[in-house]
């Protein structure tokens, strides 16, 4: 059988990627009592798949009738009950499909199935459906998942008339109980001591063991406690108390690292700060969070003063007060750190991080890098976040050494390789613009790097298979520390070249104590492939955000899933799809989320397929509304070093990748101006280009008056200048509604009648033409 080319559903294969054969062909029942035409049952209950799968309220459906084969349009929405859906496929007039691919086809009893399959080919029986559905672009697990699905809304759709399109129920109680419990079995015991505690442990049993080495200084476990003990009799002399907030406001250093465990030593909590800020975001966050006192260095003294004291550790006398232990009980609900994040208003949020998240978070990242008391890790990562916890803390928790360099070697690819050499680091921390830089590079054998965690943004691509290390992917955030990880070496390895042509590499599973699900709007599991929000719960979570307590109440909200275990789960506002296998894909933020003619579209979805294309850096799509308030996509791409993507082969790719609706009508190719963490800014991004793009057409002007008329049709629809007469009407940025308009407008401006489908069939200018000056002879 043929098959011809329908818009990308969840489950399917990057195309190409499959082998050709005989479809799937998955038997699904018939509800025994349904008292109506089986096709418009059946066609109904597709597309409420379809609706669910995607979100599209106007899926590309079609029924195969002896009369030949049409599409059907039906329109849908969540809160659409079944007997409306059901009243409405009944009613639902057909027209000919023509070339438009269809992502189902419904054919009447009797019928056979077509030569070319649409992605869901249903054939009809008495009390059976056969779905087919093509080998070389769905695998047996997808085709057996839309069969389940399918079998489950016929069912729902009979039982109940007024069951909303959003109440149907796709998930079998097999598939909900593997996603909500199978999934998340991460429970396991973690040892009682915290952060502080550890090293204090450290401290009495290996004293003279390097806790900190550092240019021009190395500091034992002795000191490391010794000096912390010191501060904190300080802090407490000053009139410090516990479950104050006091500032830390240091670059990498044995300082910092000194000043946050005499805190916890006081169970005081650490407000992170870099000297990096500027000096009114800085006094923002000190005054913002009620800081007692804000530990520091004289040369930062004046931009941290004026809410409260401030205590310089390189000019003061702290280091006259007695080493004796200070212990201040904490419990895994006191605050250990206060760490801001931005916010969508431009202020700063404060986020309340746990005693009890840290330590779990700690015991997670030794388990997973192996880390004991020879590994020499690293604190490479900005001061005034979070991630010192990630990065520093599970090395000093495992009495090993924290190696930090000067600055200047922390930006460079180069010499940060030849210090991970030099001083035989085994484990770090990177950021993924410098970890993708860091794999590229060649690397001796015998390199004693035995893994790179990886955070900070989705990565794109498979690193090579062949490097001396791992790199595995973290992903957290600043409310729910780190929640998940995947060895992507190892996971790559096993896959093969052909298993990792059809993925992204994801963020793994849970880390221990953990739980993390993938829900829809109204907080249920969606199946694997399909998009949703991820949502976390478990030993993580922070405490929420300082003084916003309604801000706190949206997202940190009563546990639905399982209240008993843990009674709050964070809703994350980040978008993402479970792999068959239970590992998660990260797909954009919610925040990136908006409606394009009727279809929802994840931005962060068309900038994952952009940046994993050959020649580009990063990626970034906007919406732009046009004067006739429709949406437009623009793809702003800046290119790798040494390479600039060829704006058709991107289209091309998309277009292979992603439904019609979500490809950029237009590209800026170029460099563009940057955030402070390295991704492009957003809200410097120019306009979009009213240029004619790059195009597979040759460029070709109007020879006579009515292709010039047409192209100044063409152009007003289009917003373009420039259009050729044998320019792709689609590759231009048009879709369906555009394509309407302009057959409204050509009609009316000609006297003529032209169908739209005549557009779908050749959308050129020199086609439309030669349509008009037929049916103006005629």
Known sequence: MATSTSPTLPLARPPGSGRAGEPHRNLVSLPERRGRDTQELVLAAVAAVLHRYTGEERPAVGRRTPSGTEAVELELSADLTAGELLAAAAAARGRPSGDQPLQALVCAPGEEAPEQLAALTVLTGTDKLQLLMRREEFDSFAAAQYARHLEQVLNALTADPAVTVRELPLLTAEETHRALVEWNRTEEPVPAPFFHELVAEHARRTPDAVAVAMPGERVTYRELDDRANQLARRMASMGIRPRDRVGVCFPRGADSLISQIACFKLAVAAILLD?????????????????????????????????????????????????????????ADDIIHVGYTSGSTGTPKAVLAR??????????????????????????????????????????????TVHIPEAPVVASPQQLQEWFLEHRITTTLLMKPMAEKLWTLDWPEGTPLRTIR??????????????????????????ATTAAGCDITELGRRLGEEGRAHRLPPIGRPICNVRIYVLDEDLRPVPPGVVGELCITGEGLSAGYLDR???????????????????????????????????IEIVGRRDNQIKVSGNTVHLGEIEVVLAAQPGVRQAVVLPHKDSHGDVRLTAYIEPAPGVVPSVRDLRRALRLRLPAFMVPGSYVVGEFATARNGKIDRAALPEPPRTRPDVDSPYREPRDDIERALRGLWEDILELQGVGVLDNFFELGGDSLRAA??????????????????????????RMATLVRTAVRG
């Open 275 to 331: 000297p990096g800020f500027p000096v009114e975001r800085l006094r923002f966050m000190i005054e913002d969070s009620s800081a007692s006192a804000v530990l520091s260095l004289a040369e930062h003294e004046e931009a941290v003063s004026g809410a409260c004291p401030v205590l310089s550790l390189d000019t003061a006398d702290w280091r006259d007060e007695p080493t004796d232990p200070v212990h201040e009980p904490v419990t």
């Open 355 to 400: 005693f009890g998240a840290a330590r779990n978070l700690i015991h997670s990242m030794r388990d997973l890098c192996g880390m004991d008391g020879g590994t020499q890790g690293t604190w490479l990562a900005a001061p005034g976040y979070g991630m010192v916890q990630v990065e520093c803390f599970p090395v000093l928790a495992a009495g090993a």
């Open 454 to 479: 990886v955070c900070g943004e989705r990565i794109h691509t498979w690193p090579p298979q062949d490097l001396p290390f791992h790199l595995i992917n973290l992903y957290g955030s600043t409310e």
């Open 549 to 583: 307590p309604e801000l706190t109440a949206q997202r940190w909200i009563d546990n639905p899933i399982a209240p008993g275990s843990h009674p709050v789960m964070y809703r994350t506002g980040d978008m993402a799809r479970y792999c068959p296998d239970g590992s």
């Open 741 to 766: 308009r302009l057959t409204e407008q050509a009609c009316r401006f000609f006297g003529v009648e032209l169908a739209l489908g005549d557009l779908f069939h050749e959308p050129s200018i020199d």
